[in-house]
């Protein structure tokens, strides 16, 4: 399964069947038992959130956030990446990041087209201005200037932004292509900070990237007697703040590489405030054609707002959750998943417009009744069915492992790292997953290592979570190539760059976002999950394990 998920030589999904067909065949496991793993309660709360983002989709709710957003950080270069990165994080810690990232694209490119034509226009004024003030007429360019402005004009083709001016003079055709490589080269870095954010966002929420939903699914199926460990509250208090910062350190590294840190320049860019203000209308022109907020708009958001805040207080550690007051206070019987579905199918009963009180339209006809915020049609069209079957597949892996002794045989032949210091390991394994996650999808990647994270852990007598909770973030970290993920794959074709761009990017955000990772997992994330002792159910599962 390992060697046909990295090679994908036939659908991730098929693979994650294979345990159904070989475990009974192999006399591992009954099929029946097999077979159960592929619903868990895991899955059920990643259809729960992706009913939730279907949703939000459906009524461009997520659109009126982000320009909503961006009215309010206004137009600066520096100001404008850190808000369209910082709204592309948000929205991805609830919808999908490859809908966040093609969402974003498209206005970052139109207010850094309008950008460029105001500051370029801005400048033909002022040359204009001066050649009649001298009474000088523009003068031809040397060689080495023309040489250079072929280099120019190649590199500007490349990209969409495109500048129009009435002169056509040889000093302003050179001034033009200048303008056009510099917001060329600055459309390369707004697209890889919206590709990144996207990416970062999603480690931020248990539901907002598909390698989250698998660490809570095999903590649950590796160890039954955790407690409930993870859920929606206690990861978002871990790993939020290691968003924040990784997507801090990633705006200062993409701030360097593509505006410099010149603040006047950054921050103003040489344009003048008429510049800002028609950049600015873009914008502004953006929300107003959304129009007012609409009665199905109002309903997803309140829905949305009430699903956040019922898995934060679901069980959020400190103080009982309304879960166990209100139902039991031994049992874990409301999960998260239940929350999720239970919201998620009010979708279905609740009519996206206010019906007519009696029940008459206005040619006096019998009105037909609304339809609701979602049907099941569009459920089906964008519901991402293999991933369901992938989840399943990773947990009927590890059950697997777990009855056949493969995972204690695993955690024995781990056991000379005792020798090595806990956060060496951690680093060299984040690493590890970093770099085979560019190569291999991050749900693959997530659920080939995990079992084998949690065997070498029981083996050397450390907390799981000290090594599954960085990895499974580090499963995100795909910053390098193209085809590591589909946010990659979106701004590289749609911003024209370079595998080399997105290369050199990368690499150091990759080893940046590792630092960062067991930089929280060694401090806030000690104190959060007890990670400096051995946990009493990690030791029941080993004596379980047969």
Not at 186 to 194: A, D, E, Q, R, V
Request: hydrophobic fraction near 50%; glycine fraction near 6%.
């Amino acid at each position: 399964m390992a060697l046909y998920w990295c090679t994908e030589c036939i659908p991730l999904a098929v693979t994650a069947l294979l345990p159904v067909i070989l475990y009974p065949m192999l006399g591992i496991l009954e099929a029946g038992e097999v077979c159960v793993q592929y619903l868990k309660d895991s899955n059920m709360l990643f259809i729960g959130g992706l009913l939730v983002a279907i949703a939000v989709e459906q009524w461009r709710l997520h659109r009126r956030i982000a320009v909503l957003v961006l009215l309010i950080v206004g137009v600066k270069p520096s100001l404008l990446m850190i808000g369209f990165m910082s709204t592309t994080a948000f929205l991805s810690m609830w919808i999908s990041n490859s809908a966040a990232t093609a969402m974003m694209l498209p206005i970052a490119s139109a207010v850094l087209q309008q950008l460029c034509e105001t500051e370029a226009n801005a400048e033909e004024r002022k040359f204009s201005l001066a050649a009649a003030k001298n009474g000088q007429e523009n003068q031809a360019f040397e060689m080495g200037d023309i040489e250079e402005s072929k280099e120019n004009e190649l590199e500007a083709k490349e990209s969409s932004i495109k500048i129009e001016v009435c002169d056509t003079s040889p000093d302003a055709k050179q001034r033009r292509l200048k303008m056009e490589q510099k917001y060329a080269h600055l459309k390369k870095g707004m697209s890889l900070s919206i590709c990144y954010a996207a990416s970062i966002g999603g480690t931020a929420t248990l539901t907002g990237t598909t390698p989250n939903v698998i660490l809570k699914g095999q903590i649950d199926e590796l160890f039954p007697q955790n407690g409930g460990i993870i859920n929606f509250a206690s990861w978002f208090g871990f790993a939020f703040p290691n968003m924040v910062l990784t997507l801090a350190l990633s705006w200062l590294w993409l701030q360097f590489m593509f505006l410099g840190f010149n603040l006047k320049k950054s921050f103003g860019c040489g344009t003048n405030k008429e510049s800002d203000r028609e950049a600015y209308q873009v914008i502004r022109n953006e929300y107003k054609k959304l129009g007012k907020m609409s009665f199905a708009e109002a309903c997803v958001l309140v829905i949305f707002i009430l699903l956040v805040l019922m898995w934060f207080t679901r069980e959020p550690g400190f103080i009982p959750g309304w879960a166990t007051v209100l139902f039991n206070k031994e049992k874990t019987y409301v999960t998260d998943g239940t929350v999720a579905i239970f919201m998620s199918s009010l979708f279905f009963c609740i009519p996206s417009n206010l019906p007519r009180c009696c029940g008459k339209s206005e040619d006096g006809t019998p009105a037909e009744a609304p339809s609701p915020l979602l049907k099941w049609d569009i459920v089906q069209e964008k519901m991402p069915w293999n991933i369901i079957l992938l989840l399943g597949g990773g947990f009927a892996l590890a059950h697997g492992s777990e009855k056949s002794g493969l995972s204690v045989w695993l955690g024995e032949s781990l056991t000379p790292l005792q020798s090595i210091p806990p956060f060496a390991i951690c680093i060299l394994l984040c690493l590890v997953v970093a770099m085979f996650t560019e190569c291999s999808s991050n749900v693959a990647t997530t659920t080939l290592f995990l079992p084998v994270l949690a065997s070498m852990a029981i083996a050397i007598k450390i907390h799981p979570l000290y090594v599954m909770i960085p990895c499974t973030i580090a499963a995100s970290l795909a910053f390098m190539l193209p085809v590591a993920t589909p946010p990659n794959a979106i701004a590289f074709s749609f911003a024209n760059l370079k595998v080399m761009d997105m290369a050199k990017a990368g690499l150091v955000l990759n080893i940046v976002g590792v630092l960062i990772i067991n930089l929280a997992i060694n401090t806030w994330g000690v104190t959060m999950f007890q990670l400096n002792t051995f946990p009493t159910w990690a030791d029941v599962n080993v004596t379980q394990t047969p």
